[in-house]
Every structure is written in C-alpha cells, then in structure tokens.
C-alpha cells in the first residue's frame, strides 16, 4: 500500500493498495496502520465505521462538520463514486482547494479527508457502496451542507442527479456557509 499526497489539499492524502489478482478473483489490503502511521496519522484516532449504499446518479453532499471537525477515511467498496473534496479551512494553504477523484471497487483506493474539509460524492454504477471511518462520533447538531450546484465551486458532477436528501437540496451556498462560520 502506497501513500500518495493530494496537492489541492493540504493534508489529504489517497491509500492506495496493492491488490492480489488470480482466479478466484482478488485479495486487497484495505486499511494499513502503518502506511497511516507514516504519514503522521493516528490509526487509532478512527472511531466509528459506517457504510452507504446508493444507485446511479444519487448524490451526497456537500457535507463537513462544525466545531473541531472531522476527519474521516473513504472508500467505494463496491461500484463506482465520483468523490470531492473542498478545503474550507481559512489557515490552510489550499484553502478553497478542490480536488475530484474516481473511487472504485477495482482500486480499493482510500482518501483521507482532513478536518475542515467539505466532502460529497455521486454514485456512477446502479449500486455503489462507500465506506467512512471516521475520528469522532457522529453529532448531527454538528453537521453542515452546502450546496453541491454552488456555482463558486463549480464542481463537474459527470451525472444528472438522480435523488438527493432533502438536507443536501435546500443546502445554503458557499458564502452562506463562510458567513456563518465567521459570525
């Protein structure tokens, strides 16, 4: 498993593993605490694993959390996500950073999300299964959305979305967001 930087975020970084290929099918190394360790992470700092399923063209996000914020791991465990990043944190060098990946069940790729970062994703297969491991327990009082359609991040869905929640459709714009927070 190799640890590669993200450039447009400062902080982020893709795991990417080496998976063992013969006639059954594969073996992939999914999460290594190691590989983690070496960058500076804290395996440990993990806490809680969830997992969602979505169908083609369904769209989640653009999601991040107040306070602290959360750090999370992410993975398309199955199927295919088109999966985003937007750095929203005022200190870092990539502040207002995008960075756009293609997560898939044939890479077993993780991204690893900063605190302080915006991170949505849209399902690209009938079925997609994402995977989250996350630093902190879920405290939905915490969570914030901004709009995925914000034309200030002019993010490239490949897709027409297909549904969304009703949280993710009336989510305020990036400004709302910013002036919120500043406030």
């Known amino acids: 498993m190799k640890a590669t930087e993200v450039p447009a975020i400062a902080g982020a970084y893709l795991f990417e593993p080496t998976p ?8 992939s190394r999914t999460f290594d605490a190691e590989v983690v360790r070496s960058v500076g992470l804290d395996p440990s700092a993990f806490v809680q ?13 653009l999601h991040l959390r ?3 914020g959360e750090a999370k791991l992410v993975r398309c ?5 088109f999966d985003v990043v937007v750095d929203l944190r005022t200190e870092s060098p990539t ?5 756009f990946f293609e997560l898939s069940d044939e890479t ?7 605190a302080g970062c915006a991170h949505g994703f849209q399902a690209l297969t009938d079925t997609a299964d994402t995977s989250y491991r ?3 327990p879920h405290d939905p009082s915490e969570d914030v959305t901004i709009a ?3 034309p200030e991040l002019a993010i490239p869905w490949p897709l027409p979305v297909t549904s969304m929640s009703e949280r993710d459709r009336k989510a305020p714009s990036l400004a709302e967001v910013l002036k919120h927070k500043e406030s």
């Open 20 to 27: 063992y290929a013969d006639e059954r099918g594969f073996f």
């Open 108 to 114: 077993q790729a993780t991204l690893y999300i900063p």
């Open 95 to 99: 502040y207002l950073g995008r960075a």
């Open 77 to 81: 465990s199955y199927g295919r996500i």
């Open 134 to 136: 996350i630093d902190r």
């Open 66 to 68: 107040s306070g602290v």
């Open 49 to 61: 694993d969830s997992l969602s399923r979505s169908v083609r063209g369904v769209l989640r996000g």
């Open 148 to 150: 995925f359609d914000d």
